[in-house]
Structures are given as structure tokens and as C-alpha cells.
């Protein structure tokens, strides 16, 4: 069965330094989705690429946070200073497109900056 | 704005009594729904979803979910749990009314099933 890979699954950094993680959707898959989900707390969306196209970033921290899906398939997340309030599980999902009803989430990276 | 909420940060229920997990939603128009299930350090996984039609939804691993307009709510559901249900439970909302508006989650519920 086809799944969301994301690498790595596990980040420990220092405050200030700089973080990146990479999703690898269900080939296919047009739609891509980063979601950060606080512990405790359900996901909320960063960033929805539809192929290599933003979509919606309205949630995401521009001044220290970037995303890019270059050639519409694979995709990386950056944090650049990470802050302590990074903290968190990073999700990727993707859908067929982003149409569709269901949503196909990765494992997820779990980032403690320390 | 859409908002899905999740009353109960845990519910614990014995193996083999009926489980209710419980979601209320606040959309503008017409509801998707959707229940996902998280395991310990792996990714959320589709159980089931509400589009349109029969109220009743079946899904994955003998779930179910039913559809209240009227009280707002799309509460989880399972006639028999099992300990390998023990797990977070997150119920999301999209308004169908609304183009592509992102999928809205609740908070979780921890669902812990006692053998």
C-alpha cells in the first residue's frame, strides 16, 4: 500500500539553528499539505501546495518559515531560526487533489528544540 | 469560520462495552466531516467521513459515525471496543460551501479501552 514518507523522524536542534524536513507524497498525489500539531492539541495547516504551486500559507510564519515543492512531487519544510516554540510534530499529508475527501498523512517529524 | 470541538480529552471505556467518542462542529455552510485515529509516534489514519446521504457512516475497523444536522454533531461510535483502539481520535470539518477551505480538526481524544 502506497504511503507519505518524511524524513527525518526525529530532530533535537538548538534554538537559533537551522531545521529542514522532507516529505515524499503518494505518487500521484497533486495536492500536499504541512500540518504542525502541538502536543495536545489536533493539526492546523501551514502550508496546501496544489503540484508546485502555494495554495494557501496563510498560517505560516513567513518571517522563519519556508516551503517548496519544486518539480510538484517531493517537498521540504524549513525553519530558519528555529525557536523553542517550534517545538512540535510536523505532518505531511496529500491528497489526490484538492478536491478530494481524504487526506493521506505521513508518519510526521517530531522537532524538540532545546 | 469553522471549528470542530472535542468535549472529552479522555474517555475510558472497558473491552467490549459500546465506546462513543464525541464531536461538535460550527461551519457556515454544509459540513464535510471526517474521524481520524493517531497512533503512538505514527501519522493520522482515515477511519471514516460524511459527505452526503445516509446519516450513518460505516468505516474502518468496525467504526461508525452518525450525522446530526439538527444538534451540530457527528459523534464516533462502536458497539464493542477493543484494547487495540486505545488511541488519539481527532474529528475535522470542511465547509463544502466554502471552495477549498482547509480541513479543521478538533483537539483529540484519548481514548483508553481497559481490559
Known amino acids: 500500500e502506497a504511503e507519505v514518507a518524511q524524513s527525518p523522524r526525529y530532530k533535537i536542534t538548538e534554538k537559533s539553528q537551522a531545521v529542514a524536513f522532507w516529505c515524499d507524497p503518494i505518487s500521484g498525489h497533486a495536492t500536499l499539505y504541512w500540518y504542525r500539531q502541538i502536543l495536545g492539541q489536533g493539526p492546523e495547516l501551514l502550508v496546501q501546495f496544489q503540484d508546485e504551486s502555494v495554495v494557501d500559507d496563510s498560517q505560516l510564519p513567513k518571517d522563519r518559515f519556508s516551503a517548496e515543492r519544486l518539480k510538484g512531487v517531493d517537498s521540504t519544510l524549513k525553519i530558519q531560526p528555529a525557536e523553542l516554540g517550534d517545538s512540535a510534530m510536523y505532518l505531511c499529508?496529500?491528497?489526490?487533489?484538492?478536491?478530494?475527501?481524504?487526506?493521506?498523512f505521513g508518519p510526521g517529524t517530531r522537532l524538540t528544540v532545546t | 469560520a469553522q471549528s470542530v470541538a472535542q468535549p472529552e480529552d479522555q474517555v475510558n471505556v472497558a473491552e467490549g462495552n459500546p465506546l462513543t467518542v464525541k464531536c461538535t462542529y460550527s461551519v457556515s455552510g454544509n459540513p464535510y466531516l471526517f474521524w481520524y485515529v493517531q497512533y503512538p509516534n505514527r501519522g493520522l489514519q482515515f477511519l471514516l467521513k460524511y459527505i452526503t446521504g445516509d446519516n450513518l457512516v460505516k468505516g474502518s475497523y468496525g467504526f461508525e459515525a452518525e450525522f446530526n444536522k439538527s444538534q451540530t454533531s457527528f459523534h464516533l461510535k462502536k458497539p464493542s471496543a477493543l484494547v487495540s483502539d486505545s488511541a488519539l481520535y481527532f474529528c475535522a470539518v470542511r465547509d463544502r460551501n466554502s471552495g477549498n477551505t482547509p480541513l479543521v480538526f478538533g483537539k483529540g481524544t484519548r481514548l483508553s479501552v481497559i481490559a
Open positions: 499529508a496529500s491528497s489526490l487533489n484538492s478536491w478530494s475527501y481524504e487526506q493521506y
